[in-house]
């Protein structure tokens, strides 16, 4: 099996990514993943490469009220650091506040904030990816932020726009940087094309020509090591935003570190292909194994709940294996560890890695759509005449992932 890179050595500055205070020797971020990217996958993904490792969003109106579901999201293990939260909302007041908790408690050391969401529930409320559209509510929010945040740096993460005809994130970026974010990160998609078709990279580079003084990160079908050095090289931009390619690949970001000291000068591409993984399968059980003793952890140890929730990754962890039908459904009804060992005893280890049939695209990609909007949204950029108090309800609803 080739063995994938733990932890980058030194670096050249080239692709070091810097937001605020914060330096990574390695530019990449993990994207939020609602349902996905709690303590337990964090922790599992760091142990295998480097980067900056962000949190599930939060509601803000969820942590200004202390619910403990968003106490316990928010919670980081002592080996994570940088600490990264990332937020949305809709209310300028409660997204301050919720910032101004996260400071004042010492809870982060990065908080990102979320305008990307395509979830209809989300943007029928003005919410999301919906939300940049009203320039000056964004604007104030973005605004709100920065002053609550201090020294903590605050990113946004976008997309390009509601659909073809309603585009945002030029003036949206714009305002962001003159609000005094650390970062912008855009999904080269607009909402109402949801995670169908190709991302737009071209929108990425037009970003990263547009704004110059602070860091852009590209986001958006990266499903290898080789397409993050590509998005860079292609779009110029200063470091990736990785989401569904790292699904039931966690060892992703050993290769992007392989791939990422390659580009620098500091590995040959020959070193970086062999650093690269091609895990046969008990690699892959050896990882889903380690990534369910992690959620038993972060659910208290609450074995029950931490199989419950590993079923959800099974299909992408075994993505190109040839594992039977009857053993994906077992491992799919899973209840216990003891109970995985058995049906992983059941399974072939020197299965060999499957190639391209373990590549590519991960997750549902769904399809084009009309977004769902309130009603007279697209009517004006401004936020005159909106109902904040219905826009509000998004916050309650929650949102989705956005994790391209």
Same mark, same amino acid.
């Given at each position: 099996?080739?063995?994938?890179?733990?932890?980058?050595?030194?670096?050249?500055?080239?692709?070091?990514?810097?937001?605020?205070?914060?330096?990574?020797?390695?530019?990449?971020?993990?994207?939020?993943?609602?349902?996905?990217?709690?303590?337990?996958?964090?922790?599992?993904?760091?142990?295998?490469?480097?980067?900056?490792?962000?949190?599930?969003?939060?509601?803000?109106?969820?942590?200004?009220?202390?619910?403990?579901?968003?106490?316990?999201?928010?919670?980081?293990?002592?080996?994570?650091?940088?600490?990264?939260?990332?937020?949305?909302?809709?209310?300028?007041?409660?997204?301050?506040?919720?910032?101004?908790?996260?400071?004042?408690?010492?809870?982060?050391?990065?908080?990102?904030?979320?305008?990307?969401?395509?979830?209809?529930?989300?943007?029928?409320?003005?919410?999301?990816?919906?939300?940049?559209?009203?320039?000056?509510?964004?604007?104030?929010?973005?605004?709100?932020?920065?002053?609550?945040?201090?020294?903590?740096?605050?990113?946004?993460?976008?997309?390009?726009?509601?659909?073809?005809?309603?585009?945002?994130?030029?003036?949206?970026?714009?305002?962001?940087?003159?609000?005094?974010?650390?970062?912008?990160?855009?999904?080269?998609?607009?909402?109402?094309?949801?995670?169908?078709?190709?991302?737009?990279?071209?929108?990425?580079?037009?970003?990263?020509?547009?704004?110059?003084?602070?860091?852009?990160?590209?986001?958006? *079908?990266?499903?290898? $090591?080789?397409?993050? %050095? /590509?998005?860079?090289?292609?779009?110029?931009?200063? #470091?990736?935003? @990785? +989401?569904?390619?790292?699904?039931?690949?966690?060892?992703?970001?050993?290769?992007?570190?392989?791939?990422?000291?390659?580009?620098?000068?500091?590995?040959?591409?020959?070193?970086?292909?062999?650093?690269?993984?091609?895990?046969?399968?008990?690699?892959?059980?050896?990882?889903?194994?380690?990534?369910?003793?992690?959620?038993?952890?972060?659910?208290?140890? *609450?074995?029950?709940? $931490?199989?419950?929730? %590993? /079923?959800?990754?099974?299909?992408?962890?075994?993505? #190109?294996?040839? @594992? +039977?039908?009857?053993?994906?459904?077992?491992?799919?009804?899973?209840?216990?560890?003891?109970?995985?060992?058995?049906?992983?005893?059941?399974?072939?280890?020197?299965?060999?890695?499957?190639?391209?049939?373990?590549?590519?695209?991960?997750?549902?990609?769904?399809?084009?759509?009309?977004?769902?909007?309130?009603?007279?949204?697209?009517?004006?950029?401004?936020?005159?005449?909106?109902?904040?108090?219905?826009?509000?309800?998004?916050?309650?609803?929650?949102?989705?992932?956005?994790?391209?």
């Amino acid at each position: 099996m080739s063995a994938t890179l733990t932890a980058p050595g030194p670096r050249t500055d080239e692709h070091r990514l810097r937001i605020g205070p914060i330096e990574l020797d390695v530019p990449v971020v993990l994207a939020p993943m609602a349902g996905i990217t709690n303590t337990a996958f964090r922790r599992l993904c760091r142990e295998y490469g480097a980067g900056l490792y962000v949190s599930e969003m939060i509601t803000s109106r969820a942590l200004v009220e202390r619910t403990p579901a968003s106490l316990r999201l928010i919670k980081h293990h002592e080996s994570e650091t940088p600490r990264s939260i990332q937020l949305y909302g809709v209310d300028p007041r409660t997204v301050s506040e919720a910032v101004r908790f996260l400071v004042d408690e010492d809870l982060a050391d990065h908080i990102d904030l979320n305008f990307g969401c395509p979830v209809p529930k989300v943007t029928r409320k003005g919410g999301g990816s919906a939300l940049p559209w009203k320039s000056d509510l964004f604007r104030a929010i973005v605004e709100g932020a920065v002053n609550a945040a201090g020294a903590i740096p605050l990113t946004v993460k976008m997309r390009k726009g509601i659909d073809a005809d309603h585009l945002t994130y030029l003036d949206a970026a714009k305002a962001a940087e003159q609000a005094g974010v650390a970062a912008i990160a855009l999904h080269g998609r607009t909402a109402g094309e949801f995670y169908s078709g190709q991302a737009d990279w071209s929108s990425i580079a037009a970003l990263k020509e547009a704004v110059t003084s602070v860091p852009i990160l590209g986001n958006g *079908d990266i499903w290898s $090591a080789a397409d993050a %050095i /590509r998005m860079v090289r292609e779009t110029g931009c200063d #470091g990736v935003v @990785v +989401g569904r390619g790292c699904l039931g690949r966690p060892w992703l970001f050993g290769d992007l570190v392989a791939a990422f000291r390659a580009e620098a000068g500091e590995l040959s591409r020959d070193e970086a292909e062999a650093a690269t993984a091609k895990p046969p399968l008990g690699f892959v059980m050896d990882a889903m194994r380690r990534h369910t003793v992690l959620l038993v952890d972060f659910f208290d140890d *609450d074995e029950d709940r $931490a199989c419950r929730d %590993i /079923r959800k990754h099974v299909a992408w962890y075994f993505k #190109g294996y040839g @594992v +039977g039908g009857d053993t994906r459904r077992a491992l799919a009804a899973v209840e216990s560890l003891a109970q995985m060992d058995e049906i992983f005893a059941t399974m072939d280890a020197s299965m060999p890695y499957p190639g391209e049939g373990a590549e590519g695209q991960r997750g549902r990609a769904g399809s084009p759509k009309r977004v769902a909007l309130p009603d007279g949204w697209l009517n004006s950029r401004t936020s005159d005449g909106v109902d904040f108090a219905e826009m509000a309800e998004a916050e309650r609803i929650g949102a989705g992932v956005d994790g391209g």
